[in-house]
């Protein structure tokens, strides 16, 4: 499997990979391999694909409900990301 070594890397990114690291009870390289597929993902429409897919479900499971909070809001929390 090929490997990938990082140097004169940032020290705030460093520590914040640690702590997402940390938070998810994953090694850094774990987590770092974790930010590079989301990375990936959401650059070719992954990630978009991906949660559409899932709302579809969740419609043909549950059925349409209401939702908690306006859609606008959450189209705004998406593009502040």
């Known amino acids: 499997m090929p490997s990938l070594q ?7 990114l460093y520590e914040a990979l640690a702590f997402r690291a940390e ?10 391999l974790i930010a590079l597929r989301r990375a990936t993902e ?13 709302i579809r479900l969740d419609i043909a499971t549950a059925g349409i409900r209401a939702l908690s909070f306006p ?11």
Do not use: C, F, K, W
């Open 6 to 12: 990082i140097r004169n890397l940032p020290e705030d």
């Open 23 to 32: 938070q998810s009870h994953r090694s850094l390289a774990q987590e770092a």
């Open 42 to 54: 959401s650059t070719v429409g992954g990630r978009r694909q991906r949660i559409l897919e899932e």
């Open 71 to 81: 859609p606008e809001r959450m189209l705004r929390e998406d593009r502040d990301r």
